[in-house]
């Protein structure tokens, strides 16, 4: 079956536009999780998803925010980009909360110019 | 707070030699912890896992040992293939959240030599 799919894979933005990236799960998991990794601070956890709401959120400021559909697919969206949040944007998947297996997508390499 | 790291940033061993990762995580109350193996271009795969009731997990080729006295974690690579060439993050969870809550490390750079 088919894996995490994000989209877009690559993405260049300017300084104080907005993005949003897409994650799809594996299909039958409803847990999504987003992780940004960069060289400086490794991989760091966003926030959490199951059941459209939002169970678990990482350090980040509100400029980070993200949603979880019906049928478990999971946007997330940072506005106002700065340059110090070019990094690769991770999604995982998990079959539920709690469960010991989380699969990661490629990830979307995103770059503030 | 919560935080994953003490590596070396990078481990250079001979193919077919073993090779050891180490970890040291600081959150006593961690339940979970799992090594993940990121090649280039590519998002983290498991490896392996281990729960803090335990010491030692084997899996194909690879070890994992628990030390919670000293809060340390470990991965053995055995007879380490080119393929094994990748950069390993260990990660932890805390409490009873299972893999969706992650605390990563620094990672350490595996790389092999012919």
């Known amino acids: 079956k088919a894996g995490v799919t994000q989209t877009p894979r690559y993405l260049i933005k300017t300084r104080g536009q907005q993005v949003t990236l897409s994650c799809s799960p594996i299909?039958?998991?409803?847990?999504v999780s987003w992780y940004q990794q960069t060289p400086g601070q490794g991989l760091q956890f966003l926030f959490e998803?199951?059941?459209?709401?939002?169970?678990n959120k990482g350090n980040f400021p509100g400029r980070f925010s993200g949603r979880q559909f019906s049928n478990s697919r999971s946007e997330m969206n940072v506005s106002t980009l700065e340059l110090g949040d070019s990094a690769l944007y991770l999604c995982a998947s998990s079959l539920t909360r709690g469960a010991t297996e989380a699969f990661f997508g490629q990830g979307t390499r995103l770059t503030v110019v | 707070g919560e935080s994953v790291g003490l590596h070396l940033p990078t481990l250079s061993v001979q193919e077919g030699d073993n090779s050891i990762i180490n970890c040291a995580y600081s959150n006593s109350a961690s339940d979970y912890f799992i090594w993940y193996k990121q090649e280039s271009g590519k998002g983290p795969q498991f490896i392996i896992d281990i729960r803090s009731n335990m010491d030692k997990r084997q899996g194909q080729r690879v070890t994992v040992l628990l030390n919670k006295t000293v809060k340390h974690l470990s991965l053995q690579i055995a007879a380490t293939q080119p393929g094994d060439s990748a950069v390993y993050f260990c990660a932890e969870s805390p409490g009873l959240q299972g893999a969706q809550k992650l605390v990563f490390g620094q990672g350490t750079r595996l790389t092999i030599n012919p």
């Open positions: 299909s039958g998991h409803r847990s």
């Open positions: 998803y199951f059941s459209e709401t939002q169970r």
